[in-house]
């Protein structure tokens, strides 16, 4: 029983590279999500996917994009890495939105 | 905007005794708070929730509270272990912003148990 898997668990970047961070659960969700943590705040959301088709803007979501591949799947992309991105990023997914989130490992980013 | 809000960042508690971590929230239209417990180097776990239209809700050695009317949530652990070592956040959802419901995190609380 996986949950929510994310891949890679640590990554190392130069400024303006790009990569994909990948997220799948296997719990037939409907709604995804990706958040940020940075120490001395709570997770922030970037961006959602109340359902497979759709994403939608979090709180902050300048320098990413998503991409809801099928209902398992729910990759973030930054096209063009800056150091104010370093950060841990969590996938979560639900069966009810506002409501009880499973998250992922996280996967810990540098960008230097 | 809406947020949420913990009163201490820190809190040392003896291994046997009972921990309360306190949390306060602004949104009133808000009717599900959640309570999650993250480890070191782990994703946070869910602990436990409560809807608006409870005051209190137990689960094992975890017991949540809601006051609404002075808006504030706590959760109490019993006979607190080393194993209850973490950071702990609350989180309400924000229901009646007019937005897609989303659960908005507060900045954490760090639980330390000292033997």
């Known amino acids: 029983n996986a949950g929510v898997t994310q891949t890679p668990k640590f990554q190392v970047l130069k400024t303006g590279q790009s990569m994909t961070l990948q997220c799948a659960q296997d719990?037939?969700?409907?709604?995804m999500y990706w958040y940020r943590q940075d120490p001395g705040m709570g997770l922030r959301l970037i961006y959602y996917?109340?359902?497979?088709?759709?994403?939608d803007k979090g709180e902050v979501p300048n320098g990413y994009n998503v991409s809801r591949l099928n209902k398992r799947e729910f990759s973030l992309r930054l096209e063009s890495a800056a150091p104010s991105q370093t950060s841990v990023y969590f996938c979560?997914?639900?069966?009810?939105?506002?409501?009880?989130?499973?998250f992922g490992s996280g996967t810990q980013l540098s960008v230097l | 905007g809406e947020s949420v809000g913990l009163h201490l960042p820190t809190l040392s508690v003896q291994e046997g005794d009972n921990s309360i971590i306190n949390c306060a929230y602004s949104?009133?239209?808000?009717?599900?708070f959640i309570w999650y417990k993250q480890e070191s180097g782990k994703g946070p776990q869910f602990i436990i929730d409560?809807?608006?239209?409870?005051d209190k809700r137990q689960g094992q050695r975890v017991t949540v509270l809601l006051n609404k009317t002075v808006k504030h949530l706590s959760l109490q652990i019993a006979a607190t272990q080393p194993g209850d070592s973490a950071v702990y956040f609350c989180?309400?959802?924000?229901?009646?912003?007019?937005?897609?419901?989303?659960?908005?995190f507060g900045t954490g609380t760090r639980l330390q148990v000292t033997l």
């Open positions: 979560a997914s639900t069966s009810l939105m506002g409501e009880k989130l499973f």
């Open positions: 719990m037939n969700h409907n709604s």
């Open positions: 996917s109340a359902s497979e088709g759709t994403t």
């Open positions: 949104n009133s239209a808000s009717d599900y």
């Open positions: 409560i809807r608006s239209n409870m």
């Open positions: 989180a309400e959802n924000g229901r009646g912003t007019g937005t897609a419901s989303k659960l908005t």
